[in-house]
């Protein structure tokens, strides 16, 4: 795709008759820059500079369309397909075990957790990497833009990735996130105690054609589960951790305690106390009841 891409742009570039100079010049990066990219040779273009490539050569977006298959490449083979449906996905429930879910992530924090993955080769694969993630969050603000709820669990919160100002800035940008209508986040306490996730993170996925994906990871392997019968079993395991994690506003209160130092973290209430508060919060808001869970309840079988 990369190749594809680079071959759009020289001939492009030819009909305009622009050289790489000039073409680099009105994208403000070097001729050697467009040279790598005509040629498919070093880091692949960010979604900026394909934007910027595809206005300087009047390509009516064929650039930037083509962008999300050339950035896919950067990724292992396992997660690529998920990332395709992932653009599509009309909800998004996740949850995630170890680390802020990517789709909330800063740059700082994000750049810290794909620095230490094992199938990361050169410092041009992270920075495509990193431009990739970011870009993707570009979805969340379009007009297209899916629900997304979140389960964090406590150690999401309690591990300072890339340090305490990289950790206090992604915790208020999830803070920021959550003021959003289509965004909910819960968090999932540690007495809460085993559940049936523990193993990595979990997502599903409600697609445009009404059918569900599930995406189960770890640190270096993911997998996508198509199977009716299986994403099912996968929805259920989500529904419970929603179910047992702290209602949304009480989420709120223990991501800002952690942020703000209080390692004691918030007042954790039992679980029929957490029940309690979140259909409160459901009368108030005039939501239908949650089985088992807390917040407003998503339009669409995921329940995410």
């Not at 800063?106 to 694969?125: M, N």
């Not at 819960?186 to 809460?192: A, M, Y």
């Amino acid at each position: 795709m990369a190749a594809l891409f680079g071959s759009r742009v020289r001939r492009l570039r030819t009909e305009a008759g622009l050289t790489q100079a000039e073409l680099g010049r009105r994208t403000h990066v070097v001729s050697t820059r467009i040279t790598q990219i005509e040629r498919a040779s070093g880091a692949k273009p960010t979604l900026e500079l394909a934007r910027a490539l595809d206005e300087a050569l009047g390509a009516d977006q064929l650039l930037v369309e083509l962008w999300p298959y050339v950035y896919r490449e950067a990724f292992p083979d396992w997660s690529r397909k998920f990332m395709a449906h992932s653009e599509q996905a009309m909800s998004i429930g996740e949850y995630a075990a170890h680390v802020v879910p990517g789709l909330l992530q800063t740059g700082a924090y994000a750049r810290a957790v794909l620095s230490v993955g094992l199938t990361l080769s050169s410092e041009a694969q992270l920075e495509e990497r990193l431009a990739a993630r970011l870009g993707r969050q570009e979805r969340l603000v379009s007009a297209d833009r899916p629900e997304l709820w979140v389960v964090l669990d406590e150690a999401v919160l309690r591990r300072p990735i890339g340090g305490p100002a990289v950790m206090r800035e992604q915790l208020e940008r999830l803070l920021t996130a959550v003021a959003q209508p289509h965004i909910t986040v819960q968090v999932l306490p540690f007495e809460q105690g085993e559940h049936d996730a523990m193993g990595g993170s979990l997502t599903i996925l409600a697609l445009p054609d009404g059918s569900d994906v599930a995406y189960t990871e770890g640190a270096h392997y993911g997998q996508l589960i198509e199977d009716s019968a299986e994403v099912r079993r996968f929805a259920l395991t989500y529904d419970r951790l929603r179910a047992a994690a702290l209602p949304p506003l009480m989420s709120l209160d223990m991501i800002r305690s952690v942020m703000e130092g209080n390692h004691r973290g918030a007042k954790v209430p039992s679980r029929s106390e957490r029940r309690r508060v979140a259909q409160e919060q459901l009368q108030q808001s005039g939501g239908r009841q949650l089985r088992g869970g807390a917040g407003r309840s998503p339009r669409h079988r995921p329940r995410a």
